[in-house]
């Protein structure tokens, strides 16, 4: 099964990293609230970031790897994802 590692901006411009085997509906889960406590108190949400994964091992590995990164490695990877898919 495809999973995900994705990368959510909030309203108050700070980073959210998770991991999903559905982004759409985890980015529609975030947004009623019902995602996570941090997205909860911050929306809206948007999507900056997708990363795919063959499996739930993988993705979570990547989630754990961008959580530990400086605000600035995380925005570096969000404009190259931008870049790339515009």
Do not use: F
């Not at 495809?2 to 889960?29: F, H, N, S």
């Not at 993988?58 to 870049?83: D, F, N, P």
């Amino acid at each position: 099964m495809a999973c995900y590692c994705y990368i959510l901006e909030c309203a108050d411009g700070t980073y959210y990293t998770g991991w999903t085997t559905d982004p759409e509906r985890r980015v529609k889960q975030h947004n009623k609230g019902i995602g996570a406590k941090y997205t909860s108190m911050r929306l809206p949400v948007k999507l900056v970031y997708l990363e795919p994964y063959s499996n739930r091992t993988e993705a979570m590995k990547r989630e754990l790897a961008i959580k530990k990164m400086r605000r600035a490695q995380k925005s570096e990877l969000v404009e190259e994802y931008i870049g790339r898919n515009n």
